[in-house]
């Protein structure tokens, strides 16, 4: 029995045909529609590599069934960058350098902009940390990690501001 | 992960009669049922999408002051509102000592309830588990007792209960409710997980089909708000499970405890309350010896793990004397930490 | 090396113009992007999903596979095994190359580790491929595993990658009998496992007797012949891409069992074959470090210096091949003394093979003596540091040779400096926070030698002026890209950004291996001769055409600076590469090198980076819970070519080694030999909360010796020095000394309150 859901990726509205119930939004974002920059590395939300938004919101996408996020919206790495521009996240993870094999990175990012979002954390690199330790990096480059979502938290809000 | 067919009802009606069919289970945020499935602990053969129903998703106000959390409320949204971390802060902390941002906002208030033993064996399914497959044995007995219960378990189980959450609902006096084919129902928050005895297998008090709809926190619990701590010991800063952690919630009157709850997690198959060291501390000073006597009660008869034991009992006692101390203006940088959680370095 | 002179004026003037600079990285904005491919991110067409079945026992025989019901699941295409597996042209109970362990490829049915692959299931989709595994419900006949290492211990020919097992010198018992002071203690370390957060991962497409695959791999040219080896065909007829690996720490440099596995796979069923293990499947078939326990005997005269050091270590092994954690080679390395004896014993554990994992033998061999030298100056009453100094070794202390450079004695200033070590009180116990916390200082030594490999480089300057440069690099995250970039365009006199860099290929010239902290040396080395090879040739293109300004100048007398040659000595006489080339009519000019350690440096001078790791913890007085609030390292490893790049391993080092200090255990189930933690969740490595407060310092070292760009590597070293740092720390705190890593609060409880 074949499923039909509706997502909106990247802003792109597309409707998908599932013939197994049993995909994962991690899966069906990698394998079948090849948006690769998301990473899988447990598969058990134990590392935070797959760190999408849905809705707005960080989620783990190994851990979450695809049918059952029928009508969401889902923003993934590749969608950050708007109009050639890097996002503040983006630009400030190079800076500080807050990656090293960069496998974990599309998750710490998308992780930072949830975190952000979700502004509980606000300029202390204390809340920050704890904020981000849901993704795990082993080449552990979390003081640049750190230094980037410190300085990502101030532009955006300069950038709120000014709007 | 075995074939399953997926439905995702919109009315609670219709869930229900869903739920009840055989082979059924209920998928909310998927954080623990789904990862289960993928170690092959769980074969649901109908997964049954409780994320559509109407109203659970939210969280009402009582005019007394008591808080009704919909089933579905997101574990991040319960703790990230100002109006509860004011009114439940240890909830609020609690809440906020587990897992990941990620898995938070993934995972629902009920299904944190519902969440299985973290136990290896259980999630294993190639290791002896009687709680897994009935009458197979329990490979934890043998094995290195550190992540096990101190308290409450039995020849069949020592898995301990992994929430951080249930451990303040305990002490907070939470109430369960469950929808189920004979209409609705409710039990208090600390007879909803059973002890192993020689039955582990069902785990808590749900019977099949049934539903947890709502987690209900009566109006007498926001008087502890002045005293309250969540803390937990763990082998990693963040992201880890307790190894030992402790609610402590306290009502000062007059310089003299007029009411303490204190329940405990990481230690038993259920999260543990405290009553007979909430006897003992009823009317006495907040005090190192009143918190010291207090911790002794808690783990009287454990047995299993002797350093955890004492880590327990000192657990206890500092949370207590946290709580006394004063809630946290806010929850503090790293939840549950006795670790200051300050702003440091950069 | 190259038979190519370099010419002679560039070198120095070119120092400094793009190496050393705190350049980005240059593949920053494909990994932020998400758009840098690791080998699981492709797709070719018709591609089928493999997934591997392995043993929940750790010894004897698969008695059955349900290969029937495993294909009745819908989309599951074949199912390998031992009864149906193609035959292979090499044979994995040999060992036909050097850096080659033997394996189990499905040759027969015994099981010799938990987590062996014993089946491989293909599949339409990754979903059914995976329930497919899960149906082969395997039935063994198991016997009792040999676990831990209380087994019996055998004498070892070689440990790490062929370094004796015994090295000694003077007479240790003479030496312990005369000393006024005798010190002993035996520290444990569990076996750990490297987990990158990338699994190891195959994308596998024959297109005849060709092999195209993708996989993250640490040495990319010599896992290809390999491959060809296994497979029975040429080395170039095996394209192996590796462009961007998401970790290797050692466990992707040399082919394991699921690589070999899913190219044959693809090769049996004639579709590409995507195998990606999982996270559980990390825990076995692709090594780890092995478990040691390690005694130490320290002989100390009246002054406070060696009159014996002994080190011995046991350490596990496979049975089925020997990888043996070198873990008293330190001892070899680092203290001067009459008598040192470093000796090492193995046992045989029915587990898989250990291997190589950053910094092997240092990072657990510095963990154990450095512990040990905490405890000898605290049994001297001597400041750690002091006492490190005390006992320097001036020149090689098993050899005499003197040191090819050794600014340790700057890295302990440096970063006592920093850190703010200066009043730190003896005894134990002696400090708390604010807060009431316990707080401890500790330091250790770090060291790690600093090896090169065979490399190999092609540097091609194109008719625009800019230049292509080709080697078989591999970035790992040590920023390879980016770092073999700036010496790319030193050697080419070029800016940065008119040097395209293309590696992480097989088929390109050979870089040798990403491992030993020697990658940035070897294959840098080659490149920069690769460059002035070129130029070389371009500068006698020009010196000898009339119409040239450079005409006459002579090869010698020519400089190479943004992409133009000019004059010694006159800047205004000269011309761009682009110009000289489009008058020789040339579309482009290659050059090639080699990059090699002198042989003769080899044997004169002792190598090695060194560095002094200080760490401050926070110990709740009563419960133990740990946290390391602060940890500076000052390290000197020759010449750094990107500072902020150094900077980031050398930090992330150093978090190996706080977790090593605090984390990091595979807990072993002695009864069924598996490992009861083989996730991200229970097997711990820090989060970011775990690190308030860590800072390098690059402590300045030049270095003529090791190779001419004065290269030693970062890669490694951070991970050494750094646990001990943390275990002395937390008896500077609580006056526990824990001797079994990792530490954890509970081991706490009974020297607490």
């Known amino acids: 029995m074949s499923h039909t859901l509706n997502l909106t990726i990247n802003g792109t509205a597309q409707e998908v045909t599932l013939d197994d119930p049993r995909v994962t939004l991690l899966d069906l974002l990698r394998e079948r529609l090849h948006l690769t920059g998301t990473k899988k590395g447990c598969d058990r939300g134990q590392c935070g590599a797959c760190t999408v938004l849905v809705n707005g919101r960080r989620m783990n996408a190994c851990l979450a069934l695809a049918l059952s996020h029928d009508g969401a919206e889902i923003t993934t790495i590749e969608g950050l960058a708007q109009g050639g521009e890097l996002h503040p996240v983006q630009a400030a993870f190079i800076e500080h350098d807050g990656m090293q094999c960069g496998y974990c990175t599309p998750g710490q990012i998308m992780s930072a902009v949830g975190l952000i979002a979700e502004a509980q954390a606000g300029a202390d690199p204390e809340r920050i940390r704890e904020g981000m330790s849901g993704n795990i990096c082993r080449c552990a480059a979390y003081a640049g990690i750190t230094a980037a979502v410190l300085q990502a938290t101030e532009t955006l809000t300069e950038e709120a501001e000014r709007a | 992960m075995k074939p399953f067919d997926y439905i995702r009802p919109e009315r609670l009606g219709q869930a229900l009669s869903e739920g009840a069919k055989p082979g059924s289970a209920y998928l909310a945020g998927g954080t623990n049922l789904l990862d289960l499935m993928k170690t092959g602990a769980a074969r649901p053969e109908r997964l049954v999408d409780i994320t559509r129903l109407p109203g659970l998703d939210r969280w009402e106000w009582g005019k007394d002051g008591g808080l009704r959390i919909g089933a579905m409320v997101r574990n991040s949204d319960a703790a990230h509102d100002p109006d509860i971390a004011a009114a439940f802060p240890a909830m609020a902390e609690a809440l906020l000592s587990g897992a990941s941002g990620q898995l938070r906002n993934a995972a629902t208030m009920g299904g944190n309830v519902m969440q299985q033993t973290r136990c290896h064996f259980f999630a294993d399914p190639f290791s002896p588990c009687n709680r897994r497959a009935p009458g197979a044995g329990c490979a934890a007995q043998g094995s290195d007792r550190r992540g096990f219960a101190v308290l409450g378990g039995s020849d069949a189980c020592i898995a301990t209960h992994p929430s951080d959450l249930c451990v303040a609902l305990a002490a907070l006096d939470a109430v369960v409710e469950i929808a189920g084919p004979e209409g609705l129902r409710e039990t208090p928050l600390t007879d909803f997980h059973l002890l192993p005895g020689t039955g582990p297998e069902g785990h808590t008090r749900l019977a099949p089909g049934e539903l947890i709809i709502a987690l209900r926190l009566p109006a007498a619990a926001a008087g502890f708000r002045h005293h309250a701590r969540y803390l937990k010991l763990r082998d990693r800063t963040s992201f880890a499970f307790a190894l030992v952690s402790a609610t402590a919630l306290l009502r000062i009157e007059d310089g003299v405890i007029a009411e303490a709850r204190l329940a405990l997690g990481g230690v038993a198959p259920k999260p543990w309350r405290a009553t007979a060291a909430e006897a003992l501390l009823q009317g006495a000073r907040p005090d190192a010896d009143s918190f010291a006597r207090a911790a002794e009660a808690a783990l009287q008869g454990a047995a299993g793990h002797d350093a955890k034991i004492t880590l327990a009992k000192r657990l206890a006692a500092r949370a207590l004397t946290q709580a006394a101390r004063g809630t946290p203006a806010r929850v503090p940088a790293l939840p549950g930490s006795v670790h200051s959680g300050e702003t440091a370095h950069v | ?753």
């Open chain 3, 1 to 753: 090396m190259s038979d190519a002179t370099p010419i002679a004026t560039a070198l120095p003037q070119r120092m400094g113009s793009n190496a050393g600079q705190r350049t980005t990285r240059r593949d920053g904005v494909l990994k932020v992007t998400g758009t840098a491919t690791y080998a699981a991110d492709n797709h070719p067409q018709g591609l089928l999903h493999a997934v591997f079945a392995c043993a929940t026992i750790a010894r004897g025989r698969v008695t059955d596979l349900d290969v029937a019901a495993a294909k009745a699941h819908p989309g599951v295409v074949e199912v390998m095994t031992p009864a149906n597996r193609p035959p292979l042209s090499a044979d994995p109970d040999s060992k036909p190359m050097p850096f080659w362990f033997r394996t189990q490829v499905f040759q027969d049915d015994r099981v010799l580790y938990a987590g062996q692959p014993i089946a491989l299931v293909l599949a339409e989709t990754l979903e059914a491929a995976t329930e497919g595994a899960a149906r082969l419900s395997p039935r063994y006949a198991a016997e009792a595993p040999r676990i831990g290492l209380d087994e019996p211990p055998y004498a070892p020919k070689a440990v790490g990658i062929g370094a004796p097992a015994k090295v000694s010198k003077g007479d240790i018992e003479a030496g312990l009998a005369a000393a006024a002071q005798r010190l002993e203690v035996t520290i444990e370390t569990p076996a750990q496992y490297h987990n990158a957060m990338e699994p190891h991962a195959v994308v596998a497409e024959w297109q005849g007797d060709r092999l195209i695959i993708d996989t993250p791999n640490q040495a990319p040219v010599m896992a290809a012949a390999a491959f060809a080896a296994w497979f029975g065909i040429a080395p170039q007829n095996v394209l192996l891409r590796t462009p961007f690996l998401g970790g290797g720490f050692g466990s992707k440099a040399i082919l394991s069992a699921p690589q070999i596995l899913a190219a044959l796979a693809a090769r049996m069923v004639g579709r590409p074959v995507k195998m990606v293990l999982t996270r559980a499947q990390m825990f076995g078939p692709v090594s780890h470090r092995g478990a040691t326990r390690q005694s130490l005997r320290m002989g100390l005269d009246s002054a406070g210096h060696f009159t014996a050091l002994a080190h011995h270590t046991i350490a596990e092994t496979a049975s089925f091949d020997e990888f043996i954690e070198a873990a008293s080679t330190p001892s070899r390395l680092l203290y001067a003394s009459p008598a040192i004896s470093t000796t090492h014993e193995a046992v045989v554990n029915d587990i898989g093979l250990p291997g190589p994992m950053r910094a092997p033998g240092e990072a657990s061999g510095t963990a154990a003596l450095e512990v040990a030298i905490d405890i000898a100056a605290e049994a001297q009453g001597m400041d750690p540091i002091d006492f490190r100094l005390a006992n320097y070794a001036e020149t090689d202390p098993m050899t005499g040779n003197p040191y090819s450079s050794k600014a340790l004695r700057e890295c302990f200033a440096e970063g006592a400096k920093a850190f703010g070590w200066a009043g730190r009180p003896l005894a134990p116990r002696q400090m708390t926070d604010d807060r009431g916390m316990r707080v401890g200082w500790g330091m250790g030594t770090a060291n790690f030698p600093c090896p090169m490999f065979d490399a190999e480089a092609r540097a091609t300057l194109r008719a625009d002026g800019t230049a292509l440069v080709e080697t078989s690099l591999i970035d790992m995250g040590q920023g390879a890209w980016t770092a073999l970039a700036q010496i790319a365009a030193d050697a080419l006199g070029l800016d940065l950004d008119q040097v395209e860099m293309r590696g992480g290929a097989s088929d390109l010239p050979n870089a040798g291996v990403a491992g030993g902290s020697g990658h940035t040396a070897s294959a840098g080395l080659a490149i920069e001769v690769a460059g002035s090879d070129t130029l070389r040739q371009l500068a006698e293109i020009a010196a000898a055409d009339p119409a040239s300004p450079l005409h006459g100048t002579g090869n010698a007398g020519v400089v190479a600076r943004s992409g133009r040659l000019h004059a010694a000595g006159d800047e205004g006489r000269g011309e761009t590469y682009a110009e000289i080339l489009a008058r020789a009519g040339k579309s482009a000019l290659t050059g090639s090198g080699k990059g090699a350690r002198d042989p003769k440096a080899a044997s004169a001078y002792a190598m090695q980076s060194h560095g002094a790791v200080f760490a401050e913890v926070k110990v709740d007085p009563e419960l133990g819970q740990i946290r390391v609030s602060r940890l500076v390292g000052a390290f000197a490893a020759g010449r750094i070519i990107n500072p902020r790049l150094a900077e980031s391993q050398l930090n992330g080092g150093m978090i190996w080694g706080l977790s090593f200090a605090l984390l990091e255990k595979a807990e072993m189930d002695p009864r069924s030999g598996r490992i009861l933690n083989a996730d991200l969740g229970e097997y711990h490595v820090p989060v970011n909360a775990d690190v308030p407060s860590v800072q390098t310092l690059l402590v300045h070292e030049d270095d003529p010796h090791v190779n001419p760009l004065g290269i030693k590597g970062v890669g490694e070293i951070g991970t050494t020095g750094t646990a001990a740092a943390i275990a002395n720390a937390v008896w500077h705190a609580t006056g526990v000394r824990v001797t079994r890593f990792p530490i954890r609060l509970d081991d706490l409880m009974e020297g607490l309150a």
